[in-house]
Nanobody
Framework: QVQLVESGGGLVQAGGSLRLTCTAS????????LGWFRQAPGKEREFVSG????????FYADSVKGRFTISRDNAKNTVYLQMNSLKPEDTAVYYC?????????????????WGQGTQVTVSS
């Protein structure tokens, strides 16, 4: 099992920034990709960004390219999501998720492990 804990959410004005943190524990070797997803009220959970624990594979949804940056600290088993130029439409609960796969997937149901989520609210 892999346990994931997110933190860093909050309330911010449009144009502001937040940094989300996801720390993994347990059998972390069971997963090689970590993804960030978000879910707004009444909407499906959507992929935001993903990173491989090793190597240089990074992925972003088109809606966040140029504004969000994903990074990792392997020594701390932690992945970060730096969110800049936030917009009201970025408001959602943000989740980190992990999976062991040969390639990245943007489909939520294919991820095996999930954190509890952290709320991000962007006011206009």
């Amino acid at each position: 099992q892999v346990q994931l804990v997110e933190s860093g959410g909050g309330l911010v004005q449009a144009g502001g920034s937040l940094r989300l943190t996801c720390t993994a524990s347990g059998r972390t070797f069971s997963a090689n990709y970590l993804g960030w997803f978000r879910q707004a009220p009444g909407k499906e959970r959507e992929f935001v960004s993903g990173i491989r624990w090793t190597g240089f594979s990074i992925f972003y949804a088109d809606s966040v390219k140029g504004r969000f940056t994903i990074s990792r600290d392997n020594a701390k088993n932690t992945v970060y999501l730096q969110m800049n130029s936030l917009k009201p439409e970025d408001t959602a609960v943000y989740y980190c998720a992990a999976v062991h796969r040969a390639t990245i997937t943007t489909t939520a149901k294919e991820y095996d492990y999930w954190g509890q989520g952290t709320q991000v609210t962007v006011s206009s």
